[in-house]
């Protein structure tokens, strides 16, 4: 099987595309990275990608809703070809603002298996502050291609709106029964609400990314692409002081598991 | 004239963020009662607009069915607001820039609605009680910002701004008058800041010429011979103790990088920013800007422009440097300081924090640039007059260092289009501050919009690696003025200003030439690419336009539409400043008669020294900026068990797939130039090498900055201060091989009140940037493990004069701390090389609070406890024991090292000093003795509290000052 193919797209205020493009090319996918205006003026060219990911970044400068401009142009110049790229087993991330033009956008939440739609967003941190943040995560299941049940991640989180919310409790009875609830953040103690600031936003049970009813679409607030090496973490020195000295090969960041996992099943 | 009204609200159930952080800002004005607070978002949209399309843009643009209340409403010219309601609307004033407003055209034409007139604001309810003056002060002291913002009381509802009329060309001439005080005079009234030697230079050629200037000329010498852009105080020759020091900057800061003649300086002095070398196919470059006047009067646009501006500094370095990491320090007023207090006409310091904090923020974070490396530093003396420093490094490929101008090339200006945004702002910022800044200056403020400078940036990169351009350089101070002067000086450059695309109509040809409208950047563009050049901004939503073209006559000649009102040679623009000589005394201070001083107890001194704010933990500020994009952070500005340790530089590998990096820090401590300005830049230089260092940066391969804040230096006290400060400069860097690549200065830092004026304290803040091989080498401050040996690197003297620990117990001290210039650059690289073979676990510098300070924070940085002797270590003459805690002597260290590395550590450190004082332990407390006398036993818990607390409370309005 040849190289996947994955189409990083940028938009005017895209700021997480370079390391998001090395990081799947790290997993062995080749990246284009194109602009917007490229794929409205021709939105075939994603059928030559197996995968699309929208990177983090503060589209057209967040200025309304986070990720609001970028979505609605997703939905109309790129709505049928998303759904063609999905229909063929393509895959969609969308990381931090990637995340909240996909939930702006509808193709998040998404309705259920059964057609019934569901409504959720992402709204102002709790603290109404923006906040960089390192913080523990856990997938619990195996819905999602990029994801394994059991995983535990240490990512970090770098946002002013990743608050999740539903408009009604029978959207979230839904999101967790459909098991698409792809990351949740992790307390000290498991099985306890997170809270402030593990959980660092006041997102809705936990909620730090979601998967689509395919498990091919997978949005998440937290950052994989800057964890790809070890010396990334915030507390690499102290590790590495326990293993006497740093190792003299670059060891993986937890980050990596998700370009991984994308890759690994793109290939398949 | 009707307008359509959007309302939009979270839904009650889910809370209201921006309304409960009002309510948290309320006691600071004893106005807790006026809550709770509602909060909606307001759009006004033109009447011409359907029912449908407004609902449209209302429901799939504005708002979010899914979590918020959207109301729609016809509202008549006129009309009121529920007068019950205790309301206040904010909205930017007419022509300040308004990010949102590009955002919703831009959603709106793909919704395929052509919007028309449009203006948004925010609408704060306050449900409690609260009478009509209350609300005032709440909106100007807490919303909003009365010079750039307008503020709608009770029932007013916002209206839509008029728009100004077409402007109708017509050429100004200005007469020169004969008399000395009439030249003076003229200067003053045009706001130019241009002394009187200067007008009379310029009246000689104008008279040579045969003409009067047209007020453009007049205003392009001026921005062209300001403080800002030719720093004619520091070119000066000046008079001191006797001698005639030549052009000072030469003399000093220039004289060390000449002399010491480092291999890996590329480029220093002569471009936007230095340039040295980095790995095998990259440079680095790196520049450090103030923005101090415009964020007195508006901390958050302020610094926000700042950052913006020394940004557009790298992309105008060499052809163009893609920025990888941003610095800032802020020094301001006390943010505890009691509001009735303050000098007339000042912001209250914790309203500047928080302002500028956030301005670094929103326009940092939104151009995807790391913010790695700062510091807060307070003092009262800065209440009036705060200073703003943002730095930015870049990293450019090698072949992209070099620019040049040549004849035939096109002027094309990108990105944002230009407005009446900061003119006069190179003169302005020359000026000293007075009560009535805030209301005179406030077209002196420039709001940006990062998205803007983003998209040129992203075009920038792009053009510079398909080799469209020759030349590039930043709008900054002085707009298209300095811009294309610059660019032009050895050639020529004949420019049409009608050509420039302006935000609104009515711009005169002066106002577009000295414009400070932010995200512009101007190339000399050969005319073969012109056009691909023009295509690829276009390709992206970048404006561009064709101001001229550079030409050979060695001449600046202006135009508009045709019309000519300005030409004069580059040679009188660029040479024509007239030199001055000017004076300079410097005399010591009187001794602080310390016989009566009897210290505090130790752990009390301890205690607020853990809690003054220059110490604690800045932890609320560095989490607001993101520090980690790009993906290239190592060692972040918060480490240890808690995340919450103070880090002493931070640590970067800018290539992806690559372990080379560099160590970024700074230095700074104004108060030891209260005693001798000489020692605080000594000082400042080792502090910010320390700092670098003791991450793992090279010390053989670092370059610093040097950025000054002065007061006024037409008084020679104040200019001796300088010179002192300047020789400081060049005797560390040549004792640490360490050159300066650039630097910028910023002087008239007084603020003149009724009572007299107050300057701020000397300031020389100094950036440093060295290599670190690989970054899997770096350390942190943290302690690593119980039973490590603990080592103090250094000598330490009795040094308390200016020190943190003498502040707090309401003493100054005499002597502050000098640089031994014969072992401070070995003692650097021998630690440099046991960090670099692994010997080293933590290590931290000593600064602010001597070694008690370190002590504590590496201990509960790491979570072990910490038992020193310090009567084992080595001094300067006898120190008693309050001075062996908290002197601040330089090139200290205090280092972990594990018990099986010790003797090759001690090895490394033949001939120098370095004693073992203890070593860690598992209980969590500090413990320093002298000899068997215990100084201070104390646990670390309630010291680690009070460094992470008390900054924050203060900013979470949880402390009362």
């Known amino acids: ?268 | 004239m009707s307008t359509w009204q959007v309302e939009i609200g979270t839904r009650a159930q889910l809370g209201d963020a921006l309304g409960q952080a009002v309510e948290r800002d309320l006691p600071w004005l004893d106005l807790e009662r006026a809550g709770p607070v509602r909060t909606r978002r307001l759009y006004l949209l033109d009447a011409a607009l359907a029912r449908t399309q407004v609902d449209l843009l209302a429901t799939r643009l504005l708002g979010d069915e899914v979590v918020e209340e959207i109301k729609v409403r016809k509202v008549e010219d006129g009309s009121q607001r529920d007068a019950s309601l205790s309301a206040v609307t904010v909205c930017r004033k007419p022509g300040v820039m308004d990010p949102v407003e590009a955002s919703v055209r831009r959603g709106a034409s793909e919704l395929g609605i052509d919007l028309g007139a449009f203006r948004s604001g925010t609408l704060y309810l306050f449900e409690g009680e609260v009478n009509p003056d209350e609300l005032q002060k709440i909106g100007a002291n807490i919303l909003a910002n009365p010079v750039v913002d307008d503020i709608l009381c009770g029932s007013t509802t916002l209206t839509f701004a008029a728009t100004s009329g077409a402007y109708v060309f017509e050429r100004i001439d200005v007469p020169l008058p004969d008399r000395d005080e009439d030249l003076l005079k003229l200067s003053q009234d045009l706001g130019l800041s241009l002394n009187l030697a200067e007008m009379q230079t310029i009246k000689a050629w104008f008279d040579e010429a045969g003409r009067d200037p047209s007020d453009i000329e007049l205003e392009t010498l001026a921005q062209t011979w300001s403080e800002h852009c030719k720093h004619k105080t520091f070119a000066a020759d000046v008079r001191f103790r006797g001698e005639v020091i030549p052009n000072l900057l030469k003399s000093t800061v220039f004289r060390a990088t000449k002399e010491l003649d480092r291999d890996f300086c590329v480029s220093v002095f002569v471009d936007n920013a230095g340039i040295v070398e980095f790995d095998d196919k990259h440079n680095l470059c790196f520049k450090v800007e103030t923005h101090n006047h415009p964020s007195a009067i508006d901390p958050y646009g302020g610094a926000g422009t700042g950052i913006g501006g020394v940004i557009r500094d790298i992309l105008g370095t060499g052809l163009g440097g893609k920025p990888v990491a941003n610095t800032n320090v802020f020094c301001l007023g006390y943010p505890d300081a009691d509001p009735n207090k303050l000098p007339a006409g000042t912001i209250h310091p914790l309203r500047v924090l928080k302002g500028v904090v956030s301005g670094v923020r929103d326009y940092g974070n939104r151009m995807g640039i790391p913010t790695v490396n700062g510091g807060l530093f307070f003092d009262e003396r800065y209440t009036g007059n705060p200073l703003v420093y943002a730095g930015t490094v870049g990293i450019i490929p090698k072949d992209r260092c070099l620019k040049e101008t040549k004849p035939g090339d096109k002027i094309v200006a990108l990105g944002g289009a230009t407005g009446r945004d900061g003119i006069q702002g190179a003169t302005f910022s020359s000026r000293e501050l007075h009560e009535d800044s805030e209301s005179l200056d406030g077209s002196a403020v420039q709001i940006g919009n990062a998205i803007t400078e983003k998209r040129t940036m992203d075009v920038l990169l792009q053009a510079r690696d398909r080799g469209l351009y020759r030349n590039v350089t930043d709008c900054g101070a002085g707009g298209f003025s300095s811009a294309v002067g610059e660019m032009g000086e050895l050639t020529g450059a004949r420019v049409d200003l009608a050509n420039a695309p302006t935000k609104y109509p009515g711009l005169s040809y002066r106002e577009i030439w000295i414009s400070e409208a932010q995200e512009r950047m101007v190339f000399a563009v050969p005319p073969e690419n012109l056009e691909e050049m023009l295509a690829l901004a276009a390709s992206e939503d970048v404006e561009a336009c064709v101001l001229g073209e550079f030409t050979d006559s060695k001449r600046l000649e202006l135009m508009f539409d045709g019309h000519v009102i300005g030409d004069m040679t580059m040679e009188f623009l660029h040479n024509g400043l007239p030199k001055t000589v000017l004076e300079a005394v410097w005399d010591e201070p009187a001794e602080e008669d310390l016989a009566d001083f009897e210290p505090a107890p130790f752990e009390t001194v301890l205690k607020k020294l853990m809690a003054h704010p220059n110490v604690a933990s800045k932890e609320w500020v560095i989490r607001q900026y993101d520090h980690e994009v790009q993906s290239t952070s190592c060692i972040k500005s918060l480490v240890g068990v808690d995340l919450d340790g103070p880090g002493d530089a931070a640590v970067h590998a800018p290539v992806l797939g690559s372990t080379k990096g560099f160590a970024l820090g700074c230095g700074m401590n104004p108060h030891y130039a209260d005693l001798d300005p000489y020692h605080m830049a000594t000082a400042a230089i080792d502090e910010a090498l320390r700092n670098v260092v003791a991450v793992g940066g090279d010390p053989d391969r670092c370059s610093i900055l040097d950025n000054f804040s002065w007061g006024n230096t037409a008084k020679p006290d104040r200019l001796g201060a300088l010179v002192r400060a300047s020789q400081g400069c060049y005797d560390a860097a040549m004792a640490y091989r360490t050159p300066f690549i650039s630097g910028k200065d910023s002087l008239n830092n007084e603020y003149a009140t009724s009572a007299g004026t107050i300057c701020i304290p000397h300031t020389l803040l100094v950036s440093a940037l060295a290599i670190v091989d690989d970054v899997r080498q770096s350390v942190t401050m943290d302690l690593k493990r119980a039973g490590s040996s603990i080592y103090l690197v250094g000598l330490t003297g009795d040094e308390l004069g200016g020190s943190l620990a003498m502040r707090v117990q309401q003493r100054r001290g005499n002597h502050a701390p000098q640089l031994d210039r014969r072992t401070a650059l070995p003692t650097l690289r021998a630690l440099h090389l046991a960090i670099k073979t692994g010997q080293v676990l933590s290590c931290h510098d000593l600064s602010e609070g001597g070694l008690a300070v370190t002590a504590a924070e590496s201990a509960f940085a790491g979570g072990f406890g910490l038992d020193l002797d310090l009567g084992l270590m080595p001094t300067r003459g006898t120190l008693d024991a309050h001075t062996r805690l908290f002197s601040e002597s330089l090139t200290r260290f205090l280092v972990e090292v594990a018990p099986e590395n010790c003797a090759a550590f001690e090895e490394g450190f033949a001939g120098l000093t370095l004693t073992r004082l203890g070593e860690s332990q598992e209980t969590k407390r500090l413990r320093l003795r002298l000899d068997q006398k215990v100084l201070i036993d104390c646990d670390l818990d309630p010291l680690h509290e009070l460094h992470r607390r008390s900054l924050t409370d203060i900013l979470e309005g949880n402390h009362r000052g």
């Open chain 1, 1 to 268: 099987m040849a190289e996947p193919e994955v189409l990083v797209l940028r938009a005017a205020g895209t700021n997480c595309n370079e390391e998001t493009a090395y990081a799947f090319e790290l997993a062995g996918a080749k990246t284009r990275q194109i602009h917007v205006n490229r794929l409205k003026e021709n939105s075939k060219i994603l059928d030559d990608f197996g995968a699309v990911v929208i990177p983090g970044g503060f589209s057209y400068g967040d200025d309304i809703a986070a990720g609001s401009v970028l979505a609605l142009e997703l939905d109309h110049a790129l709505g049928d070809s998303l759904r063609r790229l999905l229909s063929r087993g393509g895959l969609v991330l969308g990381i931090c603002n990637g995340f909240q033009v996909l939930m702006r956008s509808g193709l998040l939440p998404g309705p259920e298996a059964s057609g019934a739609s569901l409504s959720a967003s992402l709204i102002d941190n709790e603290s109404h502050r923006y906040i960089d943040r390192w913080v523990n995560l856990r997938s619990e299941h195996d819905h999602s291609h990029f994801l394994r049940a059991g995983l535990d991640l240490e990512l970090p989180v770098a946002h002013a709106e990743g608050r999740f919310v539903v408009a009604s409790d029978q959207d979230v009875k839904a999101l967790e029964a459909g098991r698409r609830v792809a990351l949740r953040y992790l307390g000290q103690k498991a099985g306890e609400a997170a809270g402030f600031p593990a959980n660092p936003n006041g997102s809705l049970n936990d909620i730090a990314g979601l998967s689509d009813a395919s498990g091919q679409v997978l949005g998440l607030m937290p950052h994989p692409e800057r964890f790809l090496f070890d010396w990334q973490h915030p507390q690499w020195t102290r590790r590495a002081s326990d293993a006497k000295t740093a190792s003299s090969k670059n060891a993986q960041g937890e980050g990596f598991q998700i370009f991984e996992n994308a890759v690994r099943y793109l290939a398949s």
